[in-house]
């Protein structure tokens, strides 16, 4: 019997600056959203994201599109130590919405609630994440299973060396998005 899967989903949320640092279209980014969303809401799993724009933006955006049942949105109460008030506009798209404290606790929900953490791209907002995900397994704690890394979506198609060799264990590289489906059906077996 497959179990379903809570997904988080870490990336980068400014397209305008993705596309320029890594000298690919938003056309290019935009068909890899979509086909993450889908695939995800295809082999009926929750997805986790935070209320931000960008990648995360069109995944959910693509989720929700191809019939998604379950879009968890963290949402930070209080606008510390950054504005939330930007954040507000994407509210509407969940299916539950997921009050945090803060912008911290927002950040380190999202890989630290879900089975599976994907990594959609590289940004700074990404890379604390990807500490978050170090910490937790360096001390054992949260309950993720698993980091997916795409790796046509990262400039260098790597993460830092820094994380990448403490979280080797929990890491898979996908070269493609394409390879998608068949690692989440892996890992919801």
């Known amino acids: 019997m497959k179990k379903r899967l809570k997904i988080g989903i870490i990336g980068p949320t400014n397209m305008e600056k993705l ?3 890594t000298k690919k279209s938003s056309r290019f980014f935009l068909e890899k959203a979509e ?3 889908k695939t995800i809401a295809k082999l009926g799993h929750e997805l986790w994201v935070n209320s931000d724009g960008g990648m995360i933006r069109y995944v959910a955006h693509s989720y929700k599109e191809h019939g998604g049942k379950r879009l968890v949105m963290l949402y930070p109460k209080k606008g510390e130590p950054w504005p939330n008030t930007h954040a507000k506009v994407y509210l509407k798209h969940a299916d539950i919405l997921s009050p945090q404290r803060n912008w911290f606790w927002a950040n380190y929900g999202v890989v630290a609630i879900p089975d599976v953490c994907i990594c959609v791209g590289l940004s700074a907002g990404t890379l604390s994440e990807l500490a978050y995900i170090k910490w ?3 001390f054992s704690r949260g ?6 890394a795409i790796q046509e979506l990262m400039r260098g198609e790597r993460l830092p060396l820094e994380i990448e060799v403490e979280i080797r264990h929990i890491l898979t590289y996908l070269k493609k ?4 489906m068949r690692v ?3 890992l919801s077996r």
Not at 143 to 148: A, C, F, P, S, Y
């Open 35 to 37: 086909s993450i969303g």
């Open 177 to 180: 998005t394409s390879g998608l």
């Open 184 to 186: 989440l059906k892996k």
């Open 143 to 148: 309950n993720m299973k698993r980091l997916i």
């Open 19 to 21: 596309v320029w640092l």
């Open 136 to 138: 937790n397994y360096q």
